[in-house]
Structures are given as structure tokens and as C-alpha cells.
């Protein structure tokens, strides 16, 4: 498998969304959490967790101001503070937004999206030399194609449309890692879907076993399409990607066709819910490539409980022989709801509120706990 290209095992995720939200408002969360004013300060507080890698977003809708002409000023701030504070970059090309000219049905979208990841590619390496580049070119696309194509929560606000979303979603994913990798061969690609578990209402018919069965496997759809276990094409195939990431919540399990969460913390808990461990392992059996844990936290006074599940599980997880290569803490720093931003969720390692967007309280409870799994998963980790 080879050594790993991460600077460090734990990574920390900064919120990059500036998709459209459910009301059709612009929402760039890297200026309203202030990372990108304090990008320094937030790269310094890192080292006292020892995390030396972390995910940022470039933000389409503000590099690409007019069709294919680019302005990467903030980028270039962002992999200068990096360099500064000897912190390594994954980039998402799209995390969540598109210019607001663009949605993933407009016929030239994928044109547009192989536009800016070639320009991005150039720029990125024609201020940084060194090193691996390490990209994910759309984030989630499984969710955001559900969002916006079956939900009408953002672009392009539809529904009975998700097909059609993650279909051009992943036709310009694809067309995407050729072209960069065409200027940059060496250059890596992290994947960043959820992985959840679907199950059936207690006591189901064979009928309900069957539809949650199928609902689970869904799930994998916009990876089998990257890999080419369908729609073969597109053009996908296993050797696009590099690392399987996914992301992983408290609320990612819930019963079929009625969408009740499965409680985590009961101390009576329900025999449907699945450990991760056992999840991360039927991924790496399907597609057999490295994992990350490219996303995962918790809002609230659970936070920490939250952490010592999910070091408990990743433990489990590398005993049974999953290449676990990462987890990563997102988001690092609090954020606003996209659709309601007057409500911050107190889910990052250092709060903030409507009052003090820009604060950083920490969480000293759960700076605690990352510390003891970065302990506990030292002579686990491959």
C-alpha cells in the first residue's frame, strides 16, 4: 500500500461550502466562520493537537467571477499561510456551490468544471512545487445531488431529478481527474461520500427488508459510477481514485421510507444501529482501496462521547485490516446553519456564535479526547 501521503493521521475540516441555500441565499461560510481573515491564527491553534493536515475549499462561485476567467488571490493566501505554518492542503475543487450562472444540468457544465480544475492545477503548482497534491474535485456528490435534485434545497432545485444531477456530477468528476492528472500526473484524489446504514422498521416484511436493502445500497452509487461498476461510459475505472473518503455523523443511520434516526447513545441501544468499524469494512471490501475518515463530529455536550465512539470503532476498524489512513475533524471551527444563520451548531473543536462569528472558545473536553485517541490509535494506525 505504501506510506501515507498525510502529514498527519488526525486532519482538521474548515466549513468551505458557498452553495445556494433552501432560500436561494448565497452562504460562503469561510468568510462568515473568518477563516479566511484568521487562516494563520486557525493554522497555528493546530499545532497544540499536533494536526498537520486539513481540508480546505477553493469555493467555485468566487475563483470563477466570469466564465472561464479565474482569480485565485485568496487561494494563493491560503497555500502561503500553509507554507507558513507547515500545514499541508487537501483542496476541494467543489465543495457545495457553483457560480451563479451554472448548475449541474446546464449543458456546459462539465466543460466549465474541467475549465477551472486545469486552472487550478497550474496556479496551485505554480506556487507550490513540492510535495503531493492532494484533491477531491466534488465533495459529497451523492448528497448535494439528492439536496438539489430530489430535495429543492439548492441548485438547480428540483426534485424527482437526482439521477440527472449525479449522473452530470459524475461525468464532470471524471473528465476532471483526467485533465488534471494530464498536467499533473502524480497529483491524488480523496473521494468524500457519506456512508451510512439504512435499515428496516422493527419487526419488517420480507417487502421492507428488500426496499432498505436496496435504499443501503444506494448509497455507493456515485462511487460505483467513479470506478466503473456502472455506467461504465462514463469512463470511470478503480485506478481514478486514490482514497476512499467518507463521512460519518451521529445521524447517518435511520430506518427506511421513514427517516428516524437510530439513537447512538442510548444506554439500551437499538440492534439495528451498526459500529462504523463494520461499515468502513464493507467499503473496503467492495472497493478495496485505502480509507479516510473525511468527515465526522458531533454538536453540543456529546462531543467527546462522540470522539471515544469514533476512536473505539477506528480501532476495531484497523484490527479487522481496513487501511484507515485519516480522520478528520469537521468541522475544526463552528459554523452557522446554511438555511438558518443565526443558529450556530457548536460542533467544531472551537465554538463561535451569531454575537462573535469570529470567536474561537474552545472546547477544552474535546480538545481532551482527540488528544487520549491520538494516544489510544498510535499503535493501530498503519
Given at each position: ?6 502529514k498527519s493521521f488526525w486532519m482538521a475540516g ?6 445556494l441555500n433552501h432560500y436561494g441565499d448565497r ?321 467544531g473543536l472551537w465554538d463561535a456564535s451569531t ?28
Open positions: 500500500m505504501g506510506a501515507s501521503p498525510f474548515y466549513e468551505c461550502s458557498d452553495q452562504v460562503d461560510l469561510l468568510t462568515l466562520t473568518g477563516h479566511i481573515d484568521k487562516i494563520q491564527e486557525d493554522y497555528s491553534l493546530l499545532k497544540e493537537l499536533n494536526i498537520a493536515t486539513v481540508r480546505e475549499g477553493i469555493r467555485w462561485s468566487k475563483v470563477e467571477y466570469k466564465p472561464y476567467e479565474y482569480d485565485f488571490s485568496t487561494v494563493e493566501l491560503m497555500i502561503h499561510a500553509g507554507k507558513v505554518q507547515g500545514i499541508q492542503q487537501i483542496w476541494d475543487i467543489c465543495h457545495f456551490g457553483y457560480p451563479d450562472d451554472l448548475s449541474p444540468l446546464h449543458p456546459h457544465f462539465a466543460r466549465r468544471f474541467v475549465s477551472l480544475c486545469e486552472a487550478f492545477v497550474r496556479f496551485y503548482r505554480q506556487h507550490s512545487t513540492e510535495g503531493k497534491l492532494i484533491v477531491t474535485p466534488i465533495n459529497e456528490v451523492g448528497f448535494i445531488s439528492w439536496l438539489g435534485g430530489d430535495h429543492a434545497s439548492t441548485t438547480p432545485y428540483c426534485r424527482g431529478m437526482g439521477w440527472d444531477v449525479k449522473y452530470s456530477l459524475v461525468r464532470a468528476y471524471i473528465l476532471g481527474i483526467n485533465a488534471m492528472r494530464a498536467i499533473d500526473p502524480e497529483l491524488l484524489i480523496m473521494t468524500t461520500e457519506p456512508i451510512v446504514n439504512i435499515v428496516p422498521v422493527e419487526q419488517p416484511s420480507a417487502a421492507e427488508i428488500l426496499i432498505a436493502n436496496e435504499q443501503h445500497e444506494l448509497q455507493y452509487q456515485a462511487l460505483d459510477m467513479l470506478t466503473g461498476r456502472i455506467c461504465p461510459e462514463l469512463g470511470g475505472h478503480p485506478g481514478l481514485i486514490d482514497y476512499m473518503g467518507f463521512n460519518f455523523y451521529y445521524n447517518n443511520q435511520w430506518v427506511s421510507n421513514v427517516f428516524d434516526c437510530l439513537p447512538w447513545a442510548n444506554l439500551d441501544p437499538d440492534p439495528r444501529w451498526r459500529g462504523l468499524s463494520s461499515l468502513l469494512l464493507e467499503a473496503y471490501h467492495r472497493y478495496e482501496k485505502p480509507l479516510v475518515l473525511a468527515e465526522t463530529s458531533h454538536p453540543g455536550e456529546h462531543r467527546p462521547n462522540w470522539i471515544e465512539l469514533i476512536t473505539k470503532e477506528s480501532v476495531k476498524a484497523l484490527a479487522f485490516g481496513v487501511p484507515l489512513m485519516g480522520i478528520c475533524l469537521y468541522p475544526i471551527i463552528d459554523r452557522p446553519d446554511w438555511d438558518h444563520l443565526h443558529i450556530w451548531h457548536h460542533s454575537e462573535n462569528p469570529f470567536a474561537r472558545w474552545k472546547c477544552e473536553s474535546y480538545a481532551e479526547a482527540i488528544m487520549e485517541s491520538q494516544v489510544l490509535l498510535a499503535g493501530h494506525i498503519f
